[in-house]
């Protein structure tokens, strides 16, 4: 109650605050174009689908490096840490393997303990994020049973011959990131070209110990681009490549008669190669293909380090020693017809072949085959009212697909443009990945086993959403936001502890999850100040609670706060943006079942969030630069317990969160 007494009280300060008298424009949240799941490109006001768009001077302002960076500070959003795995993430209760990640419309593949490290996705190159929650298994398929995140890279159409860009980044806590790109324009062709270095030198409390909790890590980002228009088709080819290194330095064994240590090091490669046509026919109908090649691969090797002569020996052991590697050729294509003002549709087919193989992975199981035919249709005939049906047939080569239907209504004040609600239904499916029907990985941190017994997963899921623009007078907007969801996943795969002696882990299924829940946002703009506030309350369900005689949904509370005030000079060409970043996570409760079928408690304490910035441009706009300071509450880990909550224990632990407090400053130049 103490929390809710505390927003409520936020929420009547925000509405009584300052008699402003400067212009307020439209929040990005109602002007923004948005092209994920649409049948045509269109304002977030009038999308029927509920979008939440993450733009570019957002991410500068907070000194974001990757996706985890932002997606920390979101409602319904939850991030975990692993320090060889990578960070993963939950949407509306929902892991992230349910959570389909796109790269400019491209499904990205390699994916750990069923996620998608967020620290491999890089900002620096990204124009705008779309966040779209509940499933979108219409139009992408697979994985998009909890939603979906399209990275949508910056645009490379110029209108000079030449544009030149580099970056740099440091942190305090051993983080220096640096790159560079440009793009080039020869007579009717765009090319563009970017690179980046990340580097990470590791951390640790004992200063004195070869082990690091946070371990050093050097990433290299990299893309190559080109475009052009021949007539009214554009045509555009994207390679995207990324390195990673990861060192993990075992124990120091000495006696009187050596001194060794097994280290540890995980390499990641992934390339993906796109190429995209869209034609436009007239004005009220276009085509579009998105073919795209994927492999990730990810190495261990490990050596044995003479410590007294500093010399590495490779390790000969094939449970030492390993390398997997994933393929995916994905091909997608649409027909979009804008009919009529009254009707539009679109037509479509989805192919995703993929495959993998390795140490790990037996040579005839690692192959599954997706094809699939969709169609939606937004029915305009109502007043104030958009019907969007749509379907998907698919057929797999691995599980029975079922047929997938979906429903999204809009209704919009016409009149007055300050009312919208959305409403939407519709049914997921996800087969379980080659991962986690094959893969083995065990080290020295992890004993992750594949199950190749597992079942599909299908979700029902119901989402409901009003937005509204409140007008006090001609300067003073707020802009409130209300969503509402619920979630039902049978057969949900989850990691489930096998032996607790050896910390033995494998994919199983559980056969009802459930979340529930709401968050409300409200949003204004006056004067030199932009504010940001809302709340969320995020219920979660399963089986095991069932066997406890447990009926009701374990909650969890969220807050978020984003604040900034511009300092804008006398000539009004330049302005200095400080911002505060805040979000408080309650404490996570839920019920898991053990190796035994037992029932136990798993919980992840309360944490809070806060981070500060400064962002100045200068020079007409060709530097930008940033500094702040990041976790100001100095959380480094979070006491959990329960075995579903750790890889490396059963019993009550803490898992990493961050390095700690740090300071950061970061560059932007354009030329």
Same mark, same amino acid.
């Given at each position: ?23 307020? #424009?439209?929040? !990005? ?22 979008? =939440? ?6 991410? #500068? ?26 960070? %993963? ?22 994916? #750990? ?119 009214? !088709? ?40 796109? !190429? ?7 004005? &009220? ?12 691969? =990810? ?25 997997? %590697? ?36 037996? %040579? ?65 499916? =996800? ?31 119901? &989402? ?41 882990? $494998?994919?199983?299924?559980?056969? &009802?999850?459930?979340?529930?829940? %709401? ?13 940001? $506030? ?26 978020? $706060? ?6 804008? *000079? ?5 302005? *200095? ?44 706009? =060709? ?10 509450? &100095? ?7 329960? *075995? ?8 009550? *632990?803490? $898992? ?16």
């Amino acid at each position: 109650m103490k929390f809710f007494k505390t927003y409520l009280l936020t929420l009547i300060a925000l509405f009584i605050v300052s008699n402003a008298t400067a212009q307020i #424009e439209d929040t !990005l949240i109602f002007k923004a174009q948005v092209i994920t799941g649409e049948i045509m490109p269109t304002d977030a006001s009038r999308s029927v689908q509920n979008v =939440r768009i993450i733009t570019a001077k957002n991410i #500068e302002r907070q000194g974001a490096v990757n996706l985890k960076d932002v997606l920390s500070k979101e409602l319904n959003v939850r991030i975990s840490n692993d320090n060889i795995l990578g960070s %993963s993430m939950s949407l509306q209760g929902i892991s992230g393997q349910n959570v389909k990640i796109l790269l400019d419309g491209v499904p990205l593949i390699g994916r #750990e303990n069923g996620n998608i490290d967020l620290n491999q996705l890089n900002l620096s190159n990204i124009e705008r994020i779309e966040i779209i929650e509940g499933p979108l298994s219409v139009i992408y398929g697979t994985d998009a049973l909890g939603g979906v995140i399209n990275l949508i890279s910056k645009k490379i159409l110029l209108n000079k011959p030449s544009l030149f860009t580099a970056n740099g980044y440091y942190e305090t806590i051993g983080q220096y990131n640096i790159g560079g790109g440009g793009i080039v324009k020869l007579n009717n062709m765009d090319f563009a070209a970017n690179i980046s270095r990340n580097f990470f030198s590791g951390y640790s409390i004992d200063k004195s110990s070869r082990e690091m909790l946070w371990k050093p890590k050097q990433q290299v980002f990299g893309n190559f681009s080109i475009l052009n228009e021949v007539g009214k !088709l554009r045509i555009r080819f994207k390679t995207d490549i990324f390195n990673e290194k990861i060192e993990n330095k075992g124990p120091a064994v000495v006696n009187h008669l050596e001194g060794y240590a097994f280290d540890e090091y995980y390499i990641t490669n992934r390339f993906v190669n796109s !190429l995209s046509l869209d034609h436009k026919i007239n004005n &009220n109908n276009y085509w579009n293909l998105l073919s795209s090649f994927s492999f990730y691969q =990810r190495d261990k090797i490990t050596y044995r380090m003479d410590l007294v002569n500093v010399k590495p020996e490779l390790v000969q052991n094939k449970d030492a020693n390993s390398s997997t %590697s994933f393929l995916n050729f994905m091909t997608r294509g649409s027909y979009n017809v804008a009919y009529s003002r009254k009707f539009n549709y679109q037509l479509g087919f989805d192919i995703n072949l993929n495959s993998g193989f390795g140490t790990k992975i037996e %040579s005839d199981k690692g192959r599954m085959n997706d094809y699939a035919m969709f169609a939606c249709a937004e029915f305009k005939q109502l007043k104030n009212f958009i019907i969007k049906p749509g379907f998907r047939a698919t057929y797999n080569s691995k599980y029975p697909a079922p047929f997938i239907p979906s429903i999204q209504i809009q209704f919009r004040d016409s009149a007055r443009k300050n009312f919208t609600a959305r409403y939407s239904y519709g049914k997921g499916f =996800r087969a379980p990945s080659l991962k986690e029907l094959y893969l083995n990985f065990v080290d020295y941190n992890h004993n992750i086993h594949g199950n190749p017994d597992l079942r599909s997963e299908i979700s029902n899921n119901h &989402n409901f959403a009003m937005k509204y623009k409140l007008k006090i007078n001609k300067s003073l907007f707020f802009f409130l936001e209300n969503n509402n969801y619920y979630n039902h996943i049978y057969h949900q795969i989850a990691i489930v502890s096998v032996d607790p002696s050896t910390f033995t882990y $494998t994919y199983h299924n559980i056969d &009802n999850f459930k979340s529930i829940g %709401s968050n409300f946002n409200i949003a204004t703009q006056f004067n030199n100040w932009n504010i940001s $506030t809302g709340a969320a309350m995020i219920g979660v369900y399963n089986n095991a609670f069932r066997i406890v005689n447990k009926s009701k949904y374990n909650y969890t509370p969220e807050f978020r $706060t984003q604040i900034t005030y511009s300092l804008i *000079t006398k000539k009004k060409q330049t302005k *200095t943006n400080l911002s505060l970043y805040y979000k408080y996570n309650g404490r996570n409760i839920g019920y898991a079942l053990n190796e035994t079928r037992d029932v136990v408690q798993t919980s992840i304490q309360d944490y809070q969030i806060l981070d500060l910035t400064a962002n100045r441009s200068f020079y007409n706009k =060709r530097l930008n630069a940033t500094i702040g300071c990041k976790n100001l509450f &100095n959380i480094k880990t979070l006491n959990t317990s329960g *075995t579903s909550t750790s890889f490396h224990s059963g019993g009550g *632990t803490s $898992t990493p969160f961050s390095v700690g407090r740090s300071l950061f400053a970061q560059f932007n130049i354009t030329i």
